[in-house]
């Protein structure tokens, strides 16, 4: 069983800068490919960027390539999202998500586990 906790949310302006981590615990992350979600109020949870337990090549989605930068460190058994240039469109509740896959699946539904979420507001 892997316990995730997702922190580094919060109300920034456009433009603006966050920084995400997610902090396992239970079992090593070193195994597990990662992603990010997200959620905005009516709308479906979308893949935002996964990365394998290697740390190579990650995929990111079309809407957040060049801003956003996925990094983990196995060492310390969490993820990170840094997030850069941000729009009021990427306001949502942002998730993190193992999976056992060796692939980067983008389907929330192929993920074992999930965070409880943290709060991205994007406005000014």
């Known amino acids: 069983q892997v316990q995730l906790v997702e922190s580094g949310g919060g109300l920034v302006q456009p433009g603006g800068s966050l920084r995400l981590a997610c902090a396992a615990s239970?079992?090593?992350?070193?195994?597990?490919?990662m992603g990010w979600f997200r959620q905005a109020p009516e709308k479906e949870r979308e893949f935002v960027v996964g990365?394998?337990?290697?740390?190579?090549?990650?995929y990111y989605a079309d809407s957040v390539k060049g801003r956003f930068i996925i990094s983990r460190d196995n060492t310390r058994n969490t993820l990170y999202l840094q997030m850069n240039s941000l729009k009021p469109e990427d306001t949502a509740v942002y998730y993190c998500?193992?999976?056992?896959?060796?692939?980067?699946?983008?389907?929330?539904?192929?993920?074992?586990?999930w965070g409880q979420g943290t709060q991205v507001t994007v406005s000014s």
């Open positions: 998500a193992a999976t056992s896959s060796i692939t980067i699946p983008t389907s929330s539904n192929r993920y074992d586990y």
């Open positions: 239970g079992r090593t992350l070193s195994t597990y490919a």
């Open positions: 990365i394998r337990w290697s740390g190579y090549m990650p």
